[in-house]
């Protein structure tokens, strides 16, 4: 069946140094979504990516997705320690969720 | 406020004991879905739903029943829970756009122990 691996599971990170996550999948995903869940709270969307190659900025975030549509990643450019939580890629069709990638940041 | 609501958001029950989750979204979503969350395996789907009265299972699907009699709640119901049951779990919905899927939108979770 369709799965979406991401990793790494844990990243701890100093204030301002970059973070990426990575979600891959075993099958082509016709789009992706990334949430983010802060601690002791629920996800929340962020993004979806649709287009082959696509890549697309928040502020510090960028979103790619692959050529191929089986991967993406999430890049945070300089963290800060508002950006704690963990973070999931979610392809479709069933909406697959990647284990979440958890993030912390060392002020 | 558009939201998506669940109760209750603390459960303590023992195993065997039959439990009602509820979830209401008051943004006429058709689409609605539970999901569990545990430490390393993320978000997994329980079941889902389209439309009323149109559900279908998720991913990890056993040991519980959903109904969707109305548009606006889509209850998951644990006939008879077991301490593997133990979680968190949230509800979802979202509008659907051309019979697809858009962006979910999730309730605050409920944190369920089952003893």
């Known amino acids: 069946g369709q799965q979406v691996m991401q990793i790494p599971q844990y990243q701890h990170v100093q204030e301002g140094e970059d973070f990426t996550t990575y979600c891959n999948s075993s099958?082509?995903?016709?789009?992706i979504q990334w949430y983010k869940q802060r601690p002791g709270g629920h996800p929340v969307f962020l993004i979806q990516?649709?287009?082959?190659?696509e890549v697309k900025k928040q502020k510090r975030l960028t979103f790619q997705f692959g050529e191929a549509k089986k991967n993406s990643s999430l890049h945070i450019t300089a963290t800060q320690t508002t950006d704690v939580g963990t973070y999931f890629c979610?392809?479709?069709?069933?909406?697959?969720f990647g284990q979440g990638t958890e993030l912390s940041v060392k002020p | 406020e558009a939201q998506v609501t669940q109760n209750p958001r603390y459960l303590i029950t023992v195993t065997g004991k039959k439990l009602t989750v509820t979830c209401s979204q008051n943004?006429?979503?058709?689409?609605m879905s539970w999901y569990r969350q545990d430490p390393g395996l993320g978000l997994r789907q329980i079941y889902y739903?389209?439309?009323?009265?149109?559900?279908d299972k998720g991913d990890v699907p056993e040991g519980y029943k959903v109904s969707r009699k109305e548009k606006r709640n889509f209850p998951l119901i644990l006939e008879s829970p077991s301490p593997n049951q133990t979680s968190l779990y949230f509800c979802?919905?979202?509008?659907?756009?051309?019979?697809?899927?858009?962006?979910?939108?999730f309730g605050p979770g409920t944190r369920l122990l089952v003893l």
């Open positions: 943004m006429n979503h058709e689409y």
């Open positions: 979802a919905s979202s509008p659907l756009t051309g019979g697809r899927q858009e962006t979910q939108y």
């Open positions: 979610a392809g479709r069709r069933k909406l697959i």
């Open positions: 990516l649709v287009k082959s190659g």
């Open positions: 099958t082509t995903l016709s789009n």
């Open positions: 739903s389209m439309n009323v009265e149109v559900t």
